[in-house]
């Protein structure tokens, strides 16, 4: 009895754990999948205000459209940077503090929209008029200090770029310069003499056959050459390479048929 107790304890704390680990894993499902959802509500709630801010940039005049301006080549200073530095970071381990400094500089644009934001709703024609010059001169400041980043990291990357571009190049050369020194190779020197001595054994065996066989060998010889050259047409290297109009009508059997039979000797009463 006491042993099937301590195993009732023992199943009862396995199936304790495994539902432990199962709320866990549940609960860091839910969060994982709650902050996807808030980021893509943050990117969706951003391009609709980007969106707004660059409409009201053109249907606005006045103070309220330098604010929305302000706002919005703020705002695309900003992502534009990120998308480039978050793009790299995966190949450049160093753009790693450029991002965290950019978080830094994204705070501040976050406090200075805040504020042009409250400006932008502001009554007051005056204040707006007197606020907007130090507002202004802020956001250019960041937009600055990101647009910096942005091309110093642009620069980098095309940097690595040509320097590997340039080391491939000097290895195709290498291997190209290998690759022409084929006296080198092994077995080449003697390939090329065996097949020397073949050639003159063979030359040898031809002109004694040449003696041997008269001018007969050399008509044949002439004429399979001739019939060999003329069986050899190219497509379109303007040498008997356009077919006949016989050709053309599919006449060239039948007339060569009749040829034939006109060149057989006539048998008749007079051939006996």
């Not at 839910?30 to 969106?51: F, L, M, P, T």
């Not at 707004?52 to 301006?69: D, F, R």
Request: net charge neutral.
């Amino acid at each position: 009895m006491e042993i099937l107790g301590v195993l009732l304890g023992v199943a009862l704390l396995l199936g304790l754990g495994v539902v432990v680990l199962v709320v866990i894993g549940l609960i860091k499902a839910a969060r994982a999948v709650g902050e996807k959802v808030e980021r893509q509500e943050a990117k969706a709630r951003r391009a609709v205000e980007n969106v707004t801010l660059k409409a009201k940039t053109y249907t606005q005049t006045g103070p309220q459209g330098q604010i929305s301006a302000v706002r919005l080549g703020l705002r695309t200073s900003l992502d534009g940077t990120r998308r480039v530095l978050e793009g790299a970071v995966g190949q450049d381990g160093q753009l790693g503090e450029a991002l965290a400094l950019l978080g830094r500089l994204d705070a501040h644009a976050a406090e200075l929209d805040g504020e042009l934001r409250m400006l932008e709703r502001e009554p007051d024609a005056g204040r707006v008029a007197a606020k907007l010059p130090e507002l202004r001169e802020r956001a250019e400041r960041i937009t600055h200090s990101a647009e910096t980043m942005r091309w110093a990291a642009q620069d980098r990357m095309h940097r690595f770029a040509a320097d590997e571009l340039g080391r491939l190049s000097r290895e195709c050369e290498d291997e190209a310069g290998a690759l022409r020194h084929w006296d080198s190779v092994p077995g080449a020197s003697g390939t090329a003499q065996g097949a020397s001595g073949t050639g003159a054994s063979a030359s040898a065996s031809a002109s004694a056959s040449g003696d041997s066989g008269g001018s007969g060998a050399g008509v044949g010889a002439a004429g399979a050459a001739r019939e060999a050259g003329g069986a050899r047409r190219g497509l379109t290297d303007g040498r008997g390479g356009r077919p006949s109009a016989e050709e053309l009508l599919g006449l060239a059997d039948p007339v060569a048929k009749l040829a034939q039979r006109l060149r057989k000797p006539t048998t008749g009463p007079s051939a006996g």
